[in-house]
């Protein structure tokens, strides 16, 4: 089955630095990516939508300048939080949709997540 | 709009009792998806089920059946026979032709107790 992978699963950096979160499709090739957050006790939302070679989209309220995310090729995707604030803790998934699972865009196969801590 | 809502935020049963997960969507699309996960402490979203919006057949897998009604727009989610394992947050989700976007419900946190 496809796997999503992602690097690393938990992280601690100190208030003003900047942290990069990867994600892989181990096994097929990913033309679109999603990053997601979750904070404690909460929803998952999505913040961003990356296709392979173009710019990311980012959802309403979220600062692209803050969450730098670059797909540079069709199985990685990273997500920089940029200046990095306490209000930044939460988790962080992403997912990336299989072009080739019979044509349907709604196959999207969930990372393990990524736990974000900032001091 | 599309809205996932699980007005259950939080259940409590004791083993071996029965539990239903209640999921209500709305969409103006014709074609869209719905689905279910449940995320343990580890937070790892683990996939339960898809449903298109054309097949309303009701589903059972094991301990877990699935009842999909249109009519209502609910997708409602049965534990039969409940274990501690089966404690953790549970997530419905919608995906419609019309955005290629998941949205997610507020989720149900499940405790089963021995």
């Known amino acids: ?119 | 709009a599309q809205k996932v809502t699980q007005a259950q935020t939080e259940i409590s049963v004791v083993e071996k009792e029965d539990v239903t997960l209640d999921c209500v969507y709305e969409t103006r699309d014709t074609t869209y998806y719905l689905f279910w996960y449940k995320q343990p402490p580890s937070g790892e979203l683990v996939f339960l089920i898809r449903r298109n919006s054309f097949d309303e057949q009701n589903e059972i897998s094991g301990r877990y059946s699935w009842n999909f009604q249109k009519s209502t727009s609910s997708f409602n989610f049965t534990i039969t026979a409940s274990q501690v394992v089966d404690s953790a947050v549970y997530f419905c989700a919608l995906f419609t032709s019309g955005t290629y976007k998941y949205i997610f419900g507020t989720g149900t946190r499940l405790k089963v107790l021995a």
């Open chain 1, 1 to 119: 089955g496809a796997v999503v992978s992602q690097h690393p699963s938990w992280v601690i950096c100190k208030s003003g630095t900047s942290v990069k979160i990867e994600c892989r499709s181990l096994d097929f090739q990913a033309t679109t990516m999603f990053w997601y957050r979750q904070f404690p006790k909460q929803s998952l939302m999505l913040m961003a939508t990356s296709n392979e070679g173009s710019k990311a989209t980012y959802e309403q309220g979220v600062e692209k300048d803050k969450f730098l995310i670059n797909h540079a090729s069709l199985t990685l995707s990273t997500l920089t939080v940029t200046s990095a604030h306490p209000e930044d803790s939460s988790f962080y998934i992403c997912s990336a949709r299989d072009p080739l699972a019979g044509g349907q865009n709604y196959e999207q196969y969930f990372g393990p997540g990524t736990r974000l801590t900032v001091t």
